[in-house]
Structures are given as structure tokens and as C-alpha cells.
């Protein structure tokens, strides 16, 4: 058995609120099986993997963790929502601050995809899109684990790696990103074409992206206010509408 399905059914359990002998028994093993099935000392048969996810309501290939999601589903690009799509989930209530913060990193992230667009290399997309997925994960991680109430079965990396080798992943694809666009090779991937690099001024930056471009703006200023001063917060700048 690989090393998902001990967290994922443990984390699936503990969820639901129940303890491990009653999971036990509903499952039609014993407590002592039970423990060393989601400690990953002993592996079961796929009888059990399939009454498991039955139990559970989830597929096999969540259960081993070929799949994110409890359906088996495999997203597309089809699938994803628009990042503004109407819902209840973007909607924000109380503070601006996190729809302003939010507007500001959307806004800039529209910029960046469209230049890597235009570069039309696959491998600086993904080792940028590494970086920056990275630091998603890293500010999910720590919201969620804050609260020790919350199943961590979630993550597969350990609460006292992730962080190091969060930091680390992303030096590497920023590593990766840095020569890629440089137009040097790096491993098996094939650098930057840099007839494809778009040329690029402030002025020019404004006229192609009218929307986008005072947020990239802010978001530059914001971030070098917080890297030359440990004081300085990172609270957008913006002009009130009169």
C-alpha cells in the first residue's frame, strides 16, 4: 500500500468524528488491525480499500492518493472556475483588505500568465507556476494548521518539514525560472528562446493591460516597502474614488 491511504483514511475518519473503534467495527475489523492500517504498519487487501471508500463515500483512487479529489474526478482545464466567478465562496464580508489584497495578486498574476504566454515556453510556465503554487501552500498551511483542531491528515509532508522544504522547492524552481529565461538549458528542459521575450516599459505595460497594470504597480511598491523596511506594512496604497 503507498503512503497516502494511512493519512487519507485516517484523516477521512477522524473527520466524520469518529473514534478508531467505532470506525472499527462499522468497517468489520478490529481496533488493533484498524491502528496499524492508518499507522501504515501493516497493508491490507483491496476487499479492504474498497469497503473503505464505500464507507466513506469517496473513490479507491482518493483513498491512495492518485486523485485530489473524493470523487476520482481528474480537473481540466474545463472544470476550473474563473477566479472571479460568481459565488458565495468570493464573496468577502467585514474587512476590504483581503478583497483589495486579493484584486492586487489576481490582477498581477493576469500580467505574468500573459507574458508566459508569449514566451511560449512550457517549462519556465511550470517552473514559475511551482514557485507560486508553493506560496499558496505555504499561507494555506499555516492558516490551517493554526488550529490544532483541524485534521492534518490533510498534508502528506509533515508539519515540521514542510516549511524547509517549501523554501527549498521554491529556490529550485526560481532557480530553474532564472536560466530557463536566460535561454540556458537546464536538465532535460529547454531554455527561453529569446526572440519570444516581449519587450517591456512601464508605459508599455500600462497601454497593453489598462486593468491590470496600477495593481502590478501597487504590488511592486508594496513589496519593496517590505523588503527595505521591517516596519512597514504591507497594506495596499490606493487613492479613494471621490
Not at 521554491?170 to 532564472?178: H, K, R, T, W
Not at 508605459?203 to 489598462?210: R, V
Amino acid at each position: 500500500m503507498n503512503h497516502h491511504f494511512p493519512r487519507i483514511i485516517t484523516l477521512l475518519r477522524k473527520e466524520r468524528g469518529l473514534s478508531q473503534k467505532s470506525a472499527a467495527e462499522q468497517l468489520g475489523v478490529s481496533q488493533a488491525l484498524l491502528s496499524h492500517y492508518e499507522k501504515g504498519i501493516r497493508e491490507c487487501g483491496l476487499e479492504f480499500v474498497v469497503r473503505v471508500a464505500d464507507f466513506y463515500n469517496v473513490s479507491t483512487d482518493y483513498l491512495l492518493g492518485r486523485s485530489p479529489h473524493r470523487t476520482g474526478a481528474m480537473i481540466t482545464v474545463e472544470d476550473l472556475p474563473e477566479p472571479d466567478a460568481a459565488g458565495k465562496e468570493n464573496v468577502f464580508k467585514g474587512s476590504l483588505l483581503p478583497t483589495l489584497n486579493k484584486k492586487l495578486i489576481a490582477n498581477s498574476l493576469n500580467i505574468i500568465y500573459s507574458i508566459l504566454q508569449k514566451c511560449n515556453n512550457k517549462h519556465l510556465t511550470t517552473e514559475i507556476s511551482a514557485f507560486l503554487s508553493v506560496a499558496v501552500y505555504k499561507a494555506f498551511r499555516l492558516l490551517y494548521s493554526s488550529n490544532g483542531k483541524n485534521p492534518q491528515g490533510l498534508f502528506s509532508i509533515p508539519q515540521r518539514l514542510s516549511n524547509g522544504r517549501a523554501n527549498a522547492a521554491q529556490e529550485v524552481a526560481i532557480s530553474n525560472a532564472e536560466a530557463l529565461s536566460c535561454g540556458e538549458n537546464v536538465d532535460d528542459m529547454e531554455g527561453l528562446d529569446k526572440e519570444l521575450l516581449p519587450v517591456l516599459s512601464p508605459e508599455q505595460l500600462s497601454a497593453e493591460y489598462p486593468l491590470f497594470s496600477s495593481s502590478l504597480f501597487n504590488l511592486i511598491q508594496n513589496a519593496e516597502a517590505r523588503m527595505g523596511s521591517k516596519k512597514q506594512g504591507n497594506t495596499p496604497r490606493t487613492k479613494a474614488k471621490k
